[in-house]
């Protein structure tokens, strides 16, 4: 199974005014569901997203990944972004997780 989550900064977004975070929640979710991924339910305030079961669905996470990258809106207000993989796993409960903001950041650090 793949699954990606995304915890947004809501206080930073709701001090600053910036951006609205119903509207930040709603274009995410918009974004996922245009691709077919599924959005699952999680207490801790992240929006959590996990494949359909199609072979395509990597892909399509991957390409959700190069659109949000270039988003001011979500780059300056996310705060924890995850890639999830249980597919290397006998147990589906354990997941391998890329660390995209990470990744990401460090990316725009070095100018790429």
């Not at 990258?69 to 972004?81: D, G, R, Y």
Request: charged share 30%.
């Amino acid at each position: 199974m793949l699954k990606m989550v995304i915890q947004m900064n809501d206080n930073k977004i709701n001090i600053e005014k910036k951006y609205c975070l119903d509207r930040i929640s709603q274009t995410i979710d918009n974004i996922f569901a245009k691709m077919g991924l599924l959005r699952m339910e999680d207490a801790a305030d992240s929006l959590v997203y996990r494949d359909s079961g199609h072979d395509k669905d990597y892909s399509q996470f991957k390409k959700n990944c190069k659109y949000l990258k270039k988003q001011p809106w979500f780059m300056e207000n996310v705060m924890v972004w995850l890639l999830c993989e249980s597919d290397d796993f006998d147990n589906p409960d354990n997941f391998s997780e890329e660390d995209l903001l990470n990744h990401y950041r460090q990316k725009q650090s070095m100018g790429g």
